[in-house]
Structures are given as C-alpha cells and as structure tokens.
C-alpha cells in the first residue's frame, strides 16, 4: 500500500530529477551516517512525490493511481540508495495466476556475490508489493521492445528488468499501467538512462504524443 496521501489535484506532470536526491555537495558534508542521508533522501523523494495526476475517470483507477506515485517514489529512493552505497539494485516484475486472477508483483533486488537477491536492510520499505488488478503492466525498454513479465523463480536468482548502477544510471525504459477491463492506457512512466522520471497521465500522454 502506498505510503503518503493523495494531493490536491493538479494537470502538471510529475518529473522528479534526481539531481534533488543525491547532488554531490550534501554528501560531502561531514558528520553524517550513509543511514541518515537515506532517511533524509526518502523523505525528499515522498515529499517531491505527493504531486496527484490529473484523473477524471471515477474511483476506479484510484488505486491505480496510487500504485504509479508509490512506484515512481521508490525508484528514486532505490536509485540514489545504489549510488550512495555503491552496489547495483534492481526492479523485477513478476505476473503469475493466483486463483484464477493474473497478479503482477514488483521484488526490489540488490547485487550481491551470490547474485541477486532480496536487499537484507530496509526490508519493510523495500518489500515485495504487489499492484493493484485492475491494471496490467506493459514494460518496454530501450533494448528490449514489449518485455515478457513473468513467473520469477528465487532459487534462480535472475537479474532484475530494470537495474540502477551504483555509478547513477538506470536501465532506459516506460512502464505502461493499462485497463484489464477496456485495455486502455490508463498511466504511463517512463524514464532515461540517467534516472530522469516522468509520469503522465493517458490524457497527457495523448498530448505529448500529437505535439
């Protein structure tokens, strides 16, 4: 469940720069514990996140919505967490049946000897999530068009989709929540090689698309 409420209503798009999360200066000061600045970057990342897309479809992507700000949020908070430790994390989606019903999960990974797996700290804030049914995934990335989100197997540690290096850069790509009901484009994140997030809504999306 996402972690901060919904804010006023706003058509803006929510881009989120990193450079707001680990600029090199504040780390350079001296006196402070690599926990305290993450503290101190989760809490930037839910403040600059609390931004409510424009959505005038009823309750029913409600959930949806939020499931895109929590999401957004994370992946800056797990991107300044690689840089800053200087170990690759990653993001790996997961769709499988549960009773009948397609559910996707997202496994936040770090890079360990052994290869990847679940981080050992941060484990409630990282934790597996899974997003909400009424939306399926679609996940494109800039060497791998239409990317299959399947079962994930733990025993077999596989890589992560997306990873964040330790050196600040992020797999190129867009995710796609869309209607399981009308199979539209409800929302949309996409992000470059260096991190820069973007959020839009199916309306926005439209638009940037005809400009």
Do not use: C
């Amino acid at each position: 469940m996402p972690i901060w409420g919904t804010g006023a209503r706003s058509s803006a798009r929510l881009k989120i720069s990193p450079s707001i999360l680990h600029g090199r200066n504040p780390l350079a000061v001296e006196g402070f514990s690599l926990i305290e600045l993450l503290i101190a970057v989760l809490v930037i990342v839910l403040l600059t996140s609390v931004v409510s897309l424009n959505v005038g479809r009823g309750d029913g992507t409600v959930a949806v919505k939020e499931d895109v700000k929590h999401l957004a949020a994370l992946m800056n908070y797990v991107q300044a967490e690689a840089e800053m430790s200087g170990v690759d994390h990653g993001l790996y989606l997961e769709e499988k049946s549960v009773q009948g019903a397609d559910t996707t999960t997202g496994y936040w990974l770090r890079r360990y000897d052994q290869g990847w797996a679940e981080p050992r700290g941060s484990r409630e804030l990282l934790a597996p999530f899974v997003f909400d049914e009424n939306a399926e995934l679609m996940l494109t990335l800039a060497e791998s068009p239409n990317v299959e989100i399947g079962e994930r197997d733990p025993e077999l540690r596989p890589a992560p989709q997306v990873i964040f290096f330790a050196s600040g850069e992020v797999t190129e790509g867009q995710l796609e929540w869309m209607s399981r009901d009308t199979g539209e484009l409800l929302f949309s994140v996409d992000w470059n090689f260096f991190g820069d997030f973007n959020l839009q809504t199916s309306d926005e999306r439209l638009d940037a698309d005809q400009r």
